[in-house]
């Protein structure tokens, strides 16, 4: 079934699972697409906020810049006011503070080019480079002015302060602060608003991206649940179809591949379970002829069990009868005897004689029933030997020959060749001998009975044809019974000469008959003999 299955044409057809494979590539497509889209916008909000981060804390490095200067201009003020010089631990201090809040601001300036190469920080250098200018300007100025007070010289030292201020270096470090603010404010409002930008744009592309999976997913769905709908009904109907017995129902060719194949398989098993089903229907239609059949061959063999009983009852009636006449014969005679008082021999020998016949009449009888019983029961003996059966006829001729002369009749004989095979000569004699008495017992004056005798196809063929009264077809089909004597005959006998004839012929494997002669007047009696000793068709008519 399979390999039929494979040379189905699918030419026309696809594959389910192709287009499910499909659209689940298009959708992991999507998927990564999206995730994509947020793992960049992810690391761009990451670099915005370190870029902001760094931002601040450079602004708030330029605030500390801005206070730890405006520190050490009130302290030089007040020195030079005052003349007081201050710990050298505090003035140092400050300092180192002022000098390490410049290179921090270097340093995430630094940062910010390592972390956005395209952004240019010249301008910012520049301007630091500025601040720093100022700022050691200003530490040098109160360097300068310390050590004037230590030296005494204040006036000198206060010269230098309002010199100092006259130069309006205070001023121009406040405007470098400023823009330096201003610089990074612009650039924090430039990564806000990038942030912006990039926040709505990711919205948009997201949104987009979600409604198209979204679409593809339900467009996906639905033509899944149409063609997978479609193509179960079908094969729902069929089987509802199968089920109910119509097994000539098929499932029409479907779309895919997966369903197109189930189709046929279940096409393939309707089929078959038809054939099975017309196979089975045949054959339960011979089997109810069979069962007619042996239902008629019973009916028939107890039609003949009937007749066999029937025949039986006969056989039984007629034995009896036939035993009961040479026996009440025998009783009488004998009787006869005993009350006899003659002193004459020749009655008593007369008497004797009566008896004797009638006893070897009655042993006779026994002796061809018995030869019939063993016959239907298979048991009948032969005792075969090579004989002349030529020259076993042509005796036999002869010696009927002056029987029928003695009755005004004439018995003829042809014997085209010499024939010998093995036999029972006693029994093939006794045959010959019943259906010559038979033909010359049923004929009448001047009647010529012929004999013939021939081989043909590896038969012998020994034709006895008389111009007697002839068979009738009643007649026939009785005529091999036992007892069986025509209506029409007033020839003694007991009616089992047929029967014994039969019974020899056919424990020879051979078969005899008895029909109408063919002119219409008198019959003819065929024994067939094997020459091989095999068994030969009685429909053989030579």
Known sequence: MEKQLNHLPYQIQSRLTHKLLIALVIISLFS??????????????????????????????YSNIALYTFEKLVAIGEISRNGIVLAPELREENEKKLRTAIVEVRNSLLKKVALAPEVSTQNELALLDRVTQKVERIITTSQEIRSLITRGELSEAQSLYRLLQQQGVHAEFNALISEAVKQENLQAEAIRDNSKIMSERNNR?????????????????????????????????????????????????????????????????????KTKQTELGEAKLQLEEKVQERTKALALSNEKLAYVDKQRRQFLADISHELRTPLTIIRGESEILLRSHSENVDDYLETLVAVVDQVSHTTALIDDLMLVARSSAGELRLSCSEVNLSKLIQDLCYVYRRKAQERKQDIVFDISEEISLELDERRIRQVLMILLENALS??????????????????VIIKIIDVGQGVTKQELENIFERFYRSNRSNTPGSGL????????????????????????????????????????NENFIS
């Open 497 to 536: 000469g047929l029967p014994v004839a039969k019974a020899i012929v056919d424990a020879h494997g051979g078969h005899i008959s008895l029909k109408s002669n063919a002119s219409g007047v008198g019959s003819v009696a065929t024994i067939l003999l094997p020459l091989n000793g095999e068994e030969r």
């Open 32 to 61: 990564s697409a999206m995730a994509g889209l947020y793992f960049d916008s992810s690391n761009r909000f990451k670099d915005n906020a370190q870029k902001s981060e760094l931002v601040h804390k450079i602004l708030n490095q």
């Open 442 to 459: 049923y004929s009448t004056e001047h009647a010529i009975t012929e004999v013939k005798v021939m081989c043909r196809q590896q038969v």
């Open 205 to 273: 592309y997201l949104a987009i991206a979600l409604g198209l999976l979204s679409l593809f997913m339900m467009l996906t769905i639905w033509f899944f649940w149409q063609r997978i709908s479609k193509a179960t009904k079908q094969l729902q109907f069929a089987a509802s179809q199968f089920t109910a017995g119509k097994l000539e129902h098929r499932i029409p060719k479907l779309k895919d591949t997966e369903f197109a194949k189930l189709a046929d398989a279940l096409n393939f098993m309707a089929s078959e379970l």
